[in-house]
């Protein structure tokens, strides 16, 4: 039995392809400040797992940008004004403790980061195939079963794909203006159980 090639080069009822309808999610998240290739926001996303690995994916994008979160994070905690100067393992007033924080390694979870992508839609389009779960109850919870290490790469490889086009810095504006305040309620919301 052949497979129709069409069905590989397909994910969710959308064809793998460089158009606006798939790409549109992406540019009106990023605007005109941080734009990217239509290229590089197809790789974007594109998973390992869709058309078995053989179109451009986002494996690499996506360590550069956790990398980059990773980065983000430590700053953050660390620039937290949580201590008083003269504090025994303050160094320049930094309190070095919030490093390996619950808050400073939430920000980079895979939960936290599928989430910041569900929410600002910019999942909505994701080349990927996705094993479904043994036990789905329903037709809808199998249609809706979103992995999270699976999507979590769309908002890191975002992250890496701005790095790439941009440089550094700019990607460390993005984070800080785009992810980081969107990010943290969510961790609020993990750090209280919910």
Do not use: W
Not at 43 to 49: D, E, G, L, R, W
Not at 175 to 185: G, H, S
């Amino acid at each position: 039995m052949l497979r129709d090639p069409e069905d590989i080069l397909t994910s969710n009822g959308r064809k793998y392809e460089l158009n606006e309808e798939n790409l549109k999610p992406l540019k009106e998240y990023l605007g005109e400040d941080y734009k990217l290739p239509d290229k590089l926001l197809l790789q974007v996303i594109t998973h390992k797992s869709f058309a078995h690995g053989t179109k451009p994916y986002n494996e690499r994008l996506s360590f550069l940008g956790e990398e980059l979160l990773k980065l983000s994070a430590s700053k953050f905690v660390l620039g937290k004004k949580q201590v008083t100067s003269g504090y025994k393992f303050s160094v320049g007033d930094l309190n070095f403790d919030s490093l390996g924080s619950l808050t400073h390694r939430l920000i980079v979870t895979d939960r936290v980061l599928s989430e910041f992508a569900s929410a600002k839609g910019i999942d909505k389009v994701f080349f990927c195939k996705v094993a479904l779960p043994q036990q789905s109850s329903s037709v809808t919870e199998t249609k809706n079963y979103k992995p999270k290490a699976m999507y979590s790469t769309i908002t890191s490889s975002l992250v890496g794909a701005v790095a790439l086009q941009h440089g550094k810095s700019t990607a460390e504006r993005f984070i800080q203006e785009n992810l980081l305040t969107d990010i943290l309620p969510m961790v609020q919301k993990v750090r209280g159980g919910k």
